[in-house]
């Protein structure tokens, strides 16, 4: 099977603007689940899509959503770019039964705010 | 509030020894334990995990160990390889959902 894919991989923003950052689960499974790292803050939880609903969020605030698509393709978009939104975007996909916790991650985007 | 800690940020091993990563939480509602290994661009990729019912998981190399009392986990590594040359995150997460809540991971180095 094809693993998570993300897209793009890389990307420069100006503050203000917005972005849209794409991923693609492993086939079969139905929940998206989105982490932003970065060095200050490790790696934190955005928010989690299951069924093209949103099903669990993070403390972000209300400028990063996401939504996911019938075939369970998600994205999440950012508005309102600032310094601090520089970070790895990772994307991870698990199987509707996830017994055991097990999330299978993407290569992330890599977005960098000027 | 860190509700899971690695404390610490890096480990330096020799090759064929034991490595032994730790980590503490304080959320007992926390049901699965896991652990992430991840190299440098790219994403982390799935290690081990054990049931907040276990004490005990074990899988080829790898071997979590879970001390509910004393809210501690750690993964031992045996033997420790060049390859295995990366940072290891331990995560938790709830029966609420696939929230992973994420340790600040320890960059382990295996020399040989």
């Known amino acids: 099977k094809a693993g998570v894919t993300q897209t793009p991989r890389y990307l420069i923003k100006t503050r203000g603007q917005q972005v849209t950052l794409s991923c693609s689960p492993i086939s079969g499974h139905r929940s998206v689940s989105w982490y932003q790292q970065t060095p200050g803050q490790g790696l934190q939880f955005l928010f989690e899509?299951?069924?093209?609903?949103?099903?669990n969020k993070g403390n972000f605030p209300g400028r990063f959503s996401g939504r996911q698509f019938s075939n369970s393709r998600s994205e999440m978009n950012v508005s309102t770019l600032e310094l601090g939104d520089s970070a790895l975007y990772l994307c991870a996909s698990s199987p509707l039964t996830f017994t055991s916790g097990e999330q299978y991650f993407g290569p992330g985007t890599r977005l960098t705010v000027t | 509030d860190q509700q899971v800690k690695q404390n610490s940020p890096s480990l330096s091993v020799q090759e064929g020894r034991i490595s032994i990563l730790n980590c503490d939480y304080t959320?007992?509602?926390?049901?699965?334990f896991l652990w992430y290994k991840k190299y440098p661009a790219e994403g982390p990729t799935f290690l081990i995990s054990?049931?907040?019912?276990?004490d005990k998981n074990e899988d080829g190399r790898f071997t979590v160990f879970l001390n509910k009392s004393a809210k501690h986990l750690s993964l031992h590594i045996v033997p420790s390889q060049p390859g295995d040359s990366a940072v290891y995150f331990c995560?938790?997460?709830?029966?609420?959902?696939?929230?992973?809540?994420f340790g600040g991971g320890t960059r382990v180095l295996v020399k040989p």
């Open positions: 899509y299951f069924s093209e609903t949103q099903r």
């Open positions: 995560a938790a997460r709830t029966a609420a959902g696939n929230k992973l809540t």
């Open positions: 054990i049931s907040s019912i276990k």
């Open positions: 959320n007992s509602m926390f049901d699965y």
